[in-house]
């Protein structure tokens, strides 16, 4: 069973920062990814960043050159968000997200959330 930790979501006024944590135990299988996804009141959950077993990173368009994602390293199941000039529309429930590959195909699983609010 994958259980997660995360931490770090909060209140910040517009052009603050957060940075969010989340690790990840219980992994038996070997992680194709790790990622942070938002969602917003009244709206469908979306990609925030995500970075690879490989070491490649991906992000929305919303949160480029404000949000850096990152690990230890690959075998360390410890993930950040750095979020810096946050916006009012960056506000929502934050989720953290681990991809595994169990035998031919891949499998999600999800962190509990935590809450972020950008407000003045």
């Known amino acids: 069973q994958v259980q997660f930790v995360e931490s770090g979501g909060g209140s910040v006024q517009p052009g603050g920062s957060l940075r969010l944590s989340c690790t990840a135990s219980?992994?038996?299988?070997?992680?194709?990814?790790m990622g942070w996804y938002r969602q917003a009141p009244g709206k469908q959950r979306e990609l925030g960043a995500v970075?690879?077993?490989?070491?490649?990173?991906?992000y929305a368009d919303s949160v480029k050159g404000r949000f850096t994602i990152s690990r230890i390293n690959a075998k360390n199941t410890t993930m950040y968000l750095q979020m810096n000039s946050l916006k009012p529309e960056d506000t929502a429930v934050y989720y953290c997200?681990?991809?595994?590959?169990?035998?031919?195909?891949?499998?999600?699983?999800w962190g509990q959330g935590t809450q972020v609010t950008v407000s003045s």
């Open positions: 970075i690879t077993s490989g070491g490649s990173l991906n």
């Open positions: 219980g992994i038996i299988f070997s992680i194709s990814a």
């Open positions: 997200n681990v991809r595994l590959y169990i035998i031919s195909t891949t499998k999600d699983y």
